[in-house]
């Protein structure tokens, strides 16, 4: 993590494509470690991931993935990774990306974060 204490949190709002939808469970989970994971450790360091099923909820999406990553440069070799796998609008179709800095106007306006609760 950078001095700062800087992450970079983004929210991939994402589609299933029927090339996805057409392969058994097995399939796209070789699919996923194979074509996909290996680029991602390959190419970028300092990010991880939470994956949620959002498709009984949502006709839009159906999945969203949460990366965080260490900095901006981070992130961005990421989505260069992803890029170029078949993840990347073959699988599935990137609806939106939603990324934000945690906190960033306290940081901005060196405050206490006051939006961010924990009960």
Do not use: C
Request: charged share 25%; glycine share 4%.
């Amino acid at each position: 993590m950078p001095a700062d204490g800087t992450r970079v949190t983004a929210f991939m709002l994402v589609k299933t494509a029927p090339e996805w939808l057409a392969m058994t469970v097995a399939e796209r989970v070789l699919a996923f470690t194979t074509q996909v994971v290996p680029v991602i450790e390959a190419r970028a360091h300092g990010v991880r991931s939470r994956f949620y099923d959002t498709e009984f909820y949502s006709a839009r999406v159906t999945d969203v993935w949460v990366w965080e990553a260490d900095d901006h440069d981070s992130y961005r070799l990421l989505i260069d990774a992803l890029r170029e796998t078949p993840f990347w609008d073959r699988y599935f179709e990137v609806v939106d990306l939603l990324v934000g800095v945690e906190n960033g106007y306290a940081r901005t306006y060196d405050l206490e974060p006051v939006a961010t609760l924990t009960t």
